[in-house]
C-alpha cells in the first residue's frame, strides 16, 4: 500500500518567485492537511481539504494557497515568495474519521535565496 | 490559546535504558492524542494513535498512556537502542481536525 507521496523532495527558489508543491494522499484518503515546519517555530499548521473542499485554515498570509482535486491529490501554492517561507513543508492525509489519525508523507525542503 | 508542551526538550542516555517522554496539553476536550518520530530532515512517522476513550496503546517497545483529566500523556521506550535515536513529537488532534504539536523530545541513544 503505498503512502503519502510528496513532490519535489527539494526546492531553490529565488525571492519574489512562487512555487507549487503536489502531494498524492494514501489511496481511500479523502483529507489532506499541510504543515510548515522551521527550527524556530516547530511544526504549524497551514490548511486542511477534505473532497476539494478547505475545511479549515492557519494563520499564515493570503500567499499561501492550496487546492484539492478530485482524486484527493493537492497541491499547496506560496507566491511572491519570502526568506522566511524556507522550510519543510509535510502533507498529512487522513480517512477524516477521527479514531484512524494521520500519515505523513516525507515532506518538500523549500530553500529562498 | 490551545498549547501542547513536552518536556525535556532533549534526552541523552545510555543503551538499554528504560525511559519516558512526557507531552502536557492545556485543552481537555481532545479527541485523540498521536505520537511521532522525525529522523532528521525527514517526514514524520507515526508511533501510536491514543483515543480519547482509550487510557494507552502498546506497539512493541513502545507504550503510551493518555489522561485528559490532569492533560497529559507519556510515552515509554523499552531497553532503548541507538535506532531509536530521533525526535519523538506528540500532537493532539481536537474539533477543528487539525494537529497541534509539541516542540518535540530529540532523543540520543548512545552505544
Known amino acids: 500500500k503505498a503512502g503519502v507521496t510528496q513532490t519535489p523532495r527539494y526546492l531553490i527558489k529565488t525571492r519574489g518567485q512562487q512555487v507549487t508543491l503536489s502531494c498524492s494522499p494514501i489511496?481511500?484518503?479523502?483529507?489532506v492537511s499541510w504543515y510548515q515546519q522551521t527550527p524556530g517555530q516547530g511544526l504549524q499548521f497551514l490548511f486542511e481539504?477534505?473532497?476539494?473542499?478547505?475545511?479549515n485554515k492557519g494563520n499564515f498570509p493570503g500567499r499561501f494557497s492550496g487546492r484539492q482535486f478530485s482524486n484527493s491529490r493537492s497541491e499547496m501554492n506560496v507566491s511572491t515568495l519570502e526568506l522566511g517561507d524556507s522550510a519543510l513543508y509535510l502533507c498529512?492525509?487522513?480517512?477524516?474519521?477521527?479514531?484512524?489519525?494521520?500519515?505523513f508523507g516525507s515532506g518538500t525542503r523549500l530553500t529562498v535565496v | 490559546k490551545q498549547e501542547v508542551t513536552q518536556i525535556p526538550a532533549a534526552l541523552s542516555v545510555p543503551e538499554g535504558e528504560n525511559l519516558v517522554l512526557n507531552c502536557s496539553f492545556t485543552?481537555?476536550?481532545?479527541?485523540?492524542l498521536q505520537w511521532f518520530r522525525q529522523d532528521p530532515g525527514k517526514g514524520l512517522t507515526s508511533l501510536l494513535l491514543?483515543?480519547?476513550?482509550?487510557r494507552e496503546q502498546t506497539s512493541g517497545r513502545l507504550n503510551a498512556s493518555l489522561d485528559k483529566s490532569s492533560g497529559r500523556s507519556t510515552l515509554y521506550i523499552a531497553a532503548s537502542q541507538p535506532g531509536d535515536s530521533a525526535t519523538y513529537l506528540c500532537?493532539?488532534?481536537?474539533?477543528?481536525?487539525?494537529?497541534?504539536f509539541g516542540k518535540g523530545t530529540k532523543l540520543t541513544v548512545n552505544p
Open positions: 498529512a492525509s487522513s480517512l477524516a474519521l477521527r479514531n484512524y489519525g494521520y500519515t
Open positions: 489511496s481511500g484518503h479523502r483529507s
Open positions: 481539504y477534505f473532497s476539494e473542499t478547505q475545511r
Open positions: 485543552d481537555s476536550a481532545i479527541y485523540n
Open positions: 491514543i483515543q480519547s476513550s482509550q
Open positions: 500532537a493532539r488532534i481536537s474539533g477543528s481536525e487539525k494537529l497541534v
